[in-house]
């Protein structure tokens, strides 16, 4: 009972300092005119990311365990993805795709890129030698994560001189002076963070009472735990009106996990992290680039119109989700 008390008092902190932070986040985005898409795939994912970052680092360097360290970084980029296809039920008639910036698939086709590297690295193994004690994989992952955010900050940069979009639109918080947002900005983020560091360990002791294997465990129980703030930020930014801070979160955050797969391969000592995880893992690589393809192609689709609560696009995600959790139970 106790246990469950602290699981949902850390669930409730990061529940209210998420939506403020949504907020804050939006206001520093018009304030400083980079944009939603950037504040969310840089900003608000690098610190919604920070518990799989934690629980990556302990899983490698301190508890020794390469599956949970690498299954909640692919469990959480697929978490994400079943994230952004619900919410496309805050909108009865037009489907989230057709509403978030086509920017996006900038960000998306990158995350392909990455996982894709993830997926080839781990099918193969120990049959490329490493560097010192880190695979081959993980100075590629690094160098792609910059590029990828100097690119995504050019599109930005670029889109608003050619567009004018969000520079023509009608200011929204014109009484939030920028210092009072990024202080209350960086308030809400630390109180998002401190409960998040706690919040898998706490997710992870109930886990290990269910008595499932590694793998399974990490993929989607740890998971749920550390990729809670991504969804509340989400899920109060579209409250907002802020479709892109949204999107932007849930693909810059995939995108940030597979950074954090790097510096655990850092932090393991043993060797190559992948070389040590099991083959198992290849099935939620694959479903994540099958679920961020279905993203990509409903981000350039555009449908106008949507027949049931969700998109066929949204709905194919969710569907690609739950076969994964299947999968992964019929393989522990």
């Keep these: 009972m106790l246990l469950w008390t602290e699981f949902l008092l850390l669930v409730a902190a990061?529940?209210?300092s998420g939506i403020r932070l949504s907020r804050y986040g939006d206001i520093i985005a018009e304030k400083s005119g980079l944009g939603r898409t950037w504040i969310g795939v840089?900003?608000?994912?690098?610190?919604?990311?920070?518990?799989?970052?934690?629980?990556?680092?302990?899983?490698a360097a301190i508890m020794d365990l390469p599956d949970i360290a690498a299954g909640n970084v692919i469990g959480a980029c697929c978490f994400n993805l079943l994230t952004l296809s619900l919410l496309?039920?805050?909108?009865?008639?037009?489907?989230?795709?057709?509403?978030?910036?086509?920017?996006?698939v900038l960000s998306a086709s990158i995350g392909i890129f990455m996982l894709a590297t993830v997926a080839f690295s781990l099918l193969l193994g120990s049959g490329i030698e490493p560097i010192g004690w880190v695979g081959f994989y993980t100075p590629v992952i690094i160098i792609s994560y910059f590029a990828a955010m100097k690119l995504i900050y050019a599109y930005e940069k670029r889109q608003i001189r050619l567009m004018l979009k969000e520079a023509a639109e009608e200011p929204m918080y014109r009484e939030v002076s920028t210092r009072h947002a990024a202080a209350m900005f960086s308030v809400n983020a630390a109180v998002v963070i401190i409960a998040a560091v706690f919040l898998p360990g706490t997710g992870g002791r109930i886990a290990a009472e269910t008595g499932l294997g590694q793998v399974f465990v990490g993929n989607v129980i740890v998971t749920f735990a550390t990729t809670l703030p991504e969804i509340v930020v989400s899920v109060s930014a579209m409250k907002i009106g802020a479709p892109d801070l949204a999107v932007g979160n849930l693909l810059g955050s995939n995108i940030f996990n597979i950074l954090i797969l790097a510096v655990d391969d850092v932090f393991f000592a043993a060797g190559p992290?992948?070389?040590?995880?099991?083959?198992?893992?290849i099935f939620p690589l694959l479903f994540a680039i099958a679920m961020t393809a279905v993203a990509v192609i409903g981000l350039t689709y555009r449908a106008e119109k949507k027949r049931i609560f969700l998109a066929w696009d949204s709905f194919l995600i969710a569907l690609l989700y739950f076969i994964n959790v299947l999968v992964l139970y019929s393989a522990r």
Excluded: K, M, N
Excluded at 273 to 281: D, K, N, T, Y
């Design 273 to 281: 992290i992948l070389s040590f995880a099991g083959r198992q893992h």
């Design 42 to 59: 840089v900003l608000l994912a690098s610190i919604t990311s920070l518990p799989e970052l934690i629980t990556g680092i302990s899983s």
């Design 88 to 104: 496309d039920t805050f909108h009865a008639q037009t489907p989230i795709s057709a509403r978030a910036h086509p920017g996006h």
């Design 14 to 16: 990061i529940y209210f």
